[in-house]
């Protein structure tokens, strides 16, 4: 029996759904976020598990949650089982280092991305039309340069297996009001440059990330999900960082590299599932992952 489907067992627990990592449960009012060890890629979730990869991502937020207190109020109630409702607590092997207990908020239906250097999907349009998200940047620019200052480039949320859309400042107005539009753009920025001076500090470049934030019921506006992750962030050694190609990176480029290389013999556009990863890549890939971790807390992951 799955974890999800042990949990979906328990009285009173209910499965609210699947997102490409984590599983979302309802219990006594809050939200229960269970961080699984699946790896996501073009819009895939593969079949080959990276271990340890749910509980990195969970220790990462939570420290930067602690680094962005003073910044924004975030939606995280506790991490201890110990703490959790009487119902899971009999769950602690399921849940422990992977779990987060957290406040139920109106989700805004927005992906806020920050961009400090150009690369990915920004890199894209701004090859074919000057602008990254319809913000016009200056020419010359190459993979992996950094820009004059951080951009907000929103994206519409879509459904699990879909792409999000790329949308400009204007259409998030129109979605979810003016205000509440510059209240998340400016959010985003401040986040972003928060993180950005702290990750230098530690020698890494925090190249681009995106946040969710939801609503209380007051209307205060709270960052939620996970935060500033090597699955929602591209991070790059700062001594590597040289404009004009693709960047060595912490996050899960180096899935993405394997899957559109001859050894995976996958076909990206052909509607197939990808292939399961080898041995090495998914060694790799851990390594990484806890590379990151442990560059920016300065803690061993255990």
């Known amino acids: 029996m799955s974890d999800t489907e042990i949990l979906a067992g328990v009285p009173g627990v209910r499965h609210l759904g699947s997102g490409k990592v984590r599983e979302l449960f309802e219990v006594d009012g809050n939200l229960l976020l269970v961080a699984s060890d699946r790896m996501s890629a073009y819009d895939y979730v593969l079949e080959t598990p990276i271990p340890d990869k749910g509980k990195i991502l969970t220790q990462l937020s939570l420290w930067w949650f602690e680094q962005l207190a003073d910044v924004v109020p975030n939606h995280l109630v506790t991490t201890d089982p110990a703490m959790f409702p009487v119902e899971l607590r009999d769950h602690k092997d399921v849940l422990s280092g992977r779990s987060m207990l957290c406040e139920r908020l109106s989700m805004i239906e927005i992906e ?83 993180a950005h001076r702290i990750a230098a500090e530690r020698g890494i470049i925090l190249a681009d990330t995106k946040f969710e934030f939801g609503r209380r019921a007051d209307g205060t506006v709270v960052l939620a999900d996970e935060v500033l992750t090597p699955d929602s962030s591209r991070f790059w050694p700062a001594d590597q960082w ?47 992952y806890v590379e990151a971790y442990e560059r920016l807390t300065g803690e061993a992951f255990r």
């Open 112 to 194: 806020c991305v920050a961009r400090g250097y150009l690369t990915g999907s920004g890199l894209a349009e701004y090859q074919e039309r000057g602008t990254a998200c319809g913000v016009p940047l200056p020419a010359g620019l190459v993979d992996g340069s950094r820009l004059d200052y951080p951009i907000f480039t929103p994206a519409a949320k879509a459904a699990v297996g879909e792409h999000d859309e790329n949308i400009d400042f204007a259409e998030t107005s129109e979605r979810v009001g003016a205000d509440l539009a510059a209240e998340i753009r400016d959010l985003t920025l401040a986040i972003y440059d928060r």
């Open 242 to 288: 040289e404009p004009g190609h693709a960047q060595p990176s912490y996050d899960k480029q180096y899935v993405r590299d394997w899957l559109t290389s001859p050894a995976s013999g996958w076909d990206r556009h052909s509607g197939e599932a990808p292939p399961p990863l080898p041995d090495e890549v998914i060694e790799r890939t851990r390594a990484r």
